[in-house]
């Protein structure tokens, strides 16, 4: 079984900067991608950033240049770090993991999520 727990969300002002930390625990494939997702109310959830263990990062349009994914293979732990935000970021962030594993079976997990609150 796989956890993931979050941590660091909270309030903070606009133009602030938070940073969200993600620990997996368990049988984790090796070969995985782990991202983070927001939803904010009243509306679906949407990938903000994600983070292969092979490759390169790939964020929404929305926080590209003020947000930054990152990933500590040793730790299994993945980190948000947001700047700048903004009224539009208050949403509860959830820490996604995936792979598809050596018997082709695709996995995802994901945390409990964390609330993000930005005020004007």
């Known amino acids: 079984q796989v956890q993931l727990v979050e941590s660091g969300g909270g309030l903070v002002q606009a133009g602030g900067s938070l940073r969200l930390s993600c620990a997996a625990s368990g049988s984790i494939f090796s070969r995985n991608v782990m991202a983070w997702y927001r939803q904010a109310p009243g509306k679906q959830r949407e990938l903000v950033a994600a983070v292969p263990s092979w490759g390169s990062t790939n964020y929404a349009d929305s926080v590209k240049g003020r947000f930054t994914i990152s990933r500590d293979n040793a730790k299994n732990t993945v980190y948000l770090q947001m700047n700048s935000l903004k009224p539009e970021d208050t949403a509860v962030y959830y820490c996604?993991?995936?792979?598809?594993?050596?018997?082709?079976?695709?996995?995802?997990?994901w945390g409990q999520g964390t609330q993000v609150t930005v005020s004007s």
């Open positions: 996604n993991a995936d792979w598809v594993d050596d018997t082709q079976t695709y996995m995802a997990y």
